[in-house]
């Protein structure tokens, strides 16, 4: 059974294209996020909601759009592509407390840009 | 702010020996988690182990274990018995539990290469 699942798994795209992520969890999480991982392999984080509530929001541009239509989906929508977008982008989720609250990732989504 | 600092970008150990990967991090909030992660070259991150800051003892996983230092903001991972496939990038990470909302925060990374 995979916990965390990332469609799709590779996405090449001009630029200026809208595209979406989707992110599934069947750990029954509270917490998802996403992260991008650049050419250099930096891992940073970009949102996390809390039961379908946003608690995270970095820097991200406004073309980048999370959407949690119930706790276990996260999904990325990101409208007018550029290519500085290409990157990896790790959906991951987690429990919040009571623990260490380690965070499970997804695959990944390898996103081109051209 | 929580930092997360990894001051080796490459490492290299030959198999079955002991290799240290370096963390050290910073942060006010008195309670906390440290994270290792290994992502092989297929490009997936797999959670290896965590060490919470009021935890007394190092934590430990199979070949695995934690150098926690708390007083020196250390936690080292220590490989034992190294195999060809522990060659993988190594992201330390952290998590502050009672601020940042949750934010985990990750270090540059270290590459890791077993030679036979």
């Known amino acids: 059974d995979t916990a965390v699942s990332q469609t799709p798994k590779y996405l090449v795209t001009q630029m200026g294209n809208d595209k979406s992520i989707k992110c599934e969890q069947n750990l029954g999480h509270d917490t998802m996020y996403w992260y991008k991982q650049d050419s250099k392999k930096f891992l940073k984080i970009m949102f996390s909601?809390?039961?379908?509530?946003?608690?995270i929001n970095e820097t991200v541009p406004n073309r980048f759009s999370p959407k949690s239509p119930d706790k276990a989906h996260l999904n990325l929508h990101i409208n007018s592509l550029e290519l500085g977008d290409s990157a990896v982008y790790f959906c991951?989720?987690?429990?919040?407390?009571?623990?260490?609250?380690?965070?499970?990732f997804g695959p990944g989504t390898r996103l081109l840009v051209l | 702010a929580q930092k997360i600092t990894q001051t080796q970008p490459g490492m290299f150990v030959q198999e079955k020996e002991a290799v240290t990967l370096d963390c050290t991090y910073d942060?006010?909030?008195?309670?906390?988690?440290l994270f290792w992660y290994k992502q092989p070259s297929s490009g997936e991150m797999i959670f290896l182990i965590y060490q919470g800051s009021y935890d007394q003892q190092n934590a430990t996983e199979g070949r695995y274990s934690l150098n926690f230092q708390k007083a020196r903001k250390s936690a080292n991972l220590v490989i034992s018995a190294s195999q060809l496939g522990d060659s993988a990038m190594y992201f330390c990470?952290?998590?502050?539990?009672?601020?940042?909302?949750?934010?985990?925060?990750f270090g540059d990374g270290t590459t890791l290469t077993v030679k036979p």
């Open positions: 991951a989720s987690s429990q919040p407390g009571g623990g260490s609250e380690t965070q499970y």
């Open positions: 942060t006010s909030d008195p309670s906390y988690g």
């Open positions: 909601y809390n039961n379908k509530e946003l608690i």
């Open positions: 990470a952290m998590r502050d539990f009672t601020s940042n909302a949750g934010k985990s925060t």
